[in-house]
């Protein structure tokens, strides 16, 4: 089955501890993004990637990183969380940037 | 600065009836995509359509069409015959940036269908 697989669905944490949250997609997509979602300002990207080792950033990418060493795998750390990234995040994966998007189930993070 | 703008507030719907969802975008780029996800109250996202600013012709899928006017700058989607599962919030977006390899979302349109 064609999928997106993000984990934890669920996490909370203290101010300072690094995290990281999986993504994993098994159809062979060269385009992966994370974006969060927040009340009223809908999805924004925080980081893209166009292939292996091709990552760049979104519109939001300040306290976050990410990396590319296999393209089924597009891991999101935010090495020193705060409460203000308490936010619902998602991972999706296409093809190409211009094609549909998957998106995994979410990652719902609440930072205290 | 905003590039996609979904400005209506929470819609009714009664069933069976045609719903247009407004959105406006801003690009000086001439090539860009747009698409429309949906979000039902259970989280996960969609894929409804897509629309490339080259296509002649309005995309359609099944029941949702969207209405491209290029001078306006303008991707409508238009879902005909409402069915009480297409309540949900639905999100408009496109491609934009340096090569368009960014994809940009609306803040969304909350639609309740009514039976």
């Known amino acids: 089955e064609a999928q997106v697989t993000q984990n934890p669905r669920y996490l909370i944490t203290v101010t300072g501890k690094k995290l990281t949250v999986t993504c994993s997609q098994n159809m062979n997509h060269e385009y992966m993004s994370w974006y969060r979602q927040d009340p009223g300002l809908g999805l924004r990207q925080i980081y893209y990637s166009m292939n292996v080792e091709a990552t760049d950033k979104g519109d939001v990418p300040e306290g976050y990183k990410v990396s590319r060493k296999e393209k089924r795998n597009f891991p999101l750390i935010l090495e020193s969380p705060s409460p203000n990234q308490t936010s619902l995040y998602f991972c999706?994966?296409?093809?190409?940037?211009?094609?549909?998007?998957?998106f995994g189930q979410g990652t719902r993070l609440t930072v205290v | 600065a905003q590039k996609i703008t979904q400005t209506q507030p929470g819609m009714f719907v009664q069933e069976k009836e045609a719903v247009t969802l407004d959105c406006t975008y801003d690009?000086?780029?001439?090539?860009?995509?747009l698409f429309w996800y949906k979000q039902p109250s259970s989280g996960e996202m969609i894929f409804l359509i897509y629309?490339?600013?080259?296509?002649?012709q309005n995309a359609t899928e099944g029941r949702y069409s969207l209405n491209f006017q290029k001078a306006r700058k303008s991707a409508n989607l238009v879902i005909s015959a409402s069915q009480l599962g297409d309540s949900a919030m639905y999100f408009c977006?496109?491609?934009?940036?340096?090569?368009?390899?960014?994809?940009?979302f609306g803040k969304g349109n909350q639609v309740v269908v009514i039976p």
């Open positions: 690009t000086s780029d001439p090539s860009y995509g």
């Open positions: 629309q490339g600013s080259y296509d002649q």
């Open positions: 999706a994966s296409s093809l190409l940037v211009n094609t549909e998007a998957f």
């Open positions: 977006a496109m491609t934009l940036g340096h090569g368009n390899n960014r994809l940009a």
